[in-house]
């Protein structure tokens, strides 16, 4: 089977009726029922619950308590890096953006104006730049943490789709990262500007960030916008490397964009491989990008 006939069905299913009916369950507190659907899904994805500060499944009055776990102190030790990988996952992509192209799979690709939800002036400066996108599968640790230290500037909501996220739908699916759901945060560091992206995904309830909480829901048709100038009454939002930054309440995907410049991936990484947080991901070095 193809992968564009193995996504023909998420065309077809209510994606959105789906999604908030799975936050919703995700949500409640369903005593015994909730500690038997953790239990199934630890054993189904083999998570290792031996790294979460709470390894008590029965003690997590929801599942998206458990879902969202937080991990032992020193679970995840940050290497000596100017950027760490700032999730669990998988390697989807990562590389040079073409112009103002990012690779997502063999004969797809998206924009940067597309995926940071069409602010032309925002995503010219990553023109020519560098990108990684990490999956985290059902299993990973769902927090999200900072690359490097980075003072928040903006945070844009962007509607879309909800088709999974995984390699199968990445080379089904043209334009998956920019069509579907997502959270967009701007970052100030001393390299210059970086963005994180959220992505969404089909059953994937919401998203939160640690200084504003959960984004979506609500959801609507519309872009929405957050801006952090710093000032008496606002102070800045300032986040060190390591720090978590957000969270996904069930599965997907981010999406990391920074400037043109003397950046090296990580020599190790490659297309599929599993990393974790606090890993190196990338140096600012002379020489050519690799």
Sequence with gaps: MSDRSAVLPQYL?????????????????RGWVTTEIIRR????????????????????????????????PGARPLADAELICPVDGAISQFGAIEHDQIFQAKGHRFSTTAVVGGDATLSAQYQDGSFATIYLSPKDYHRIHMPCDG??????????????????TARGVPGLFARNERVVCVFESARGPFVLILVGATIVGSMATVWHGVVNPPRG?????????????????ELKQGDEMGRF?????????????????NPEWAAGRGVRLGEVMASYSTGSQA
């Design 13 to 29: 299913i209510p994606k959105q009726a789906l999604t908030a009916f799975a936050g919703y369950v995700a949500g409640r507190e």
């Design 41 to 72: 899904f630890v054993a189904k994805y083999q998570v290792n619950m031996g790294e979460a500060l709470n390894s008590d499944i029965a003690s997590y009055p929801t599942f998206n308590d458990f879902f969202t776990r937080a991990l032992k």
């Design 151 to 168: 003072r928040l500037r903006r945070m844009i909501y962007v509607p879309g789709d909800l088709f999974s996220v995984n390699p199968v």
């Design 221 to 237: 048709g519309a872009v929405r916008e957050w801006r952090y100038p710093a000032s008496a009454e606002q102070p800045a939002v």
């Design 249 to 265: 309440l069930l599965g997907s995907t981010v999406v990391l964009l920074f400037p043109k410049g003397p950046l090296r991936f």
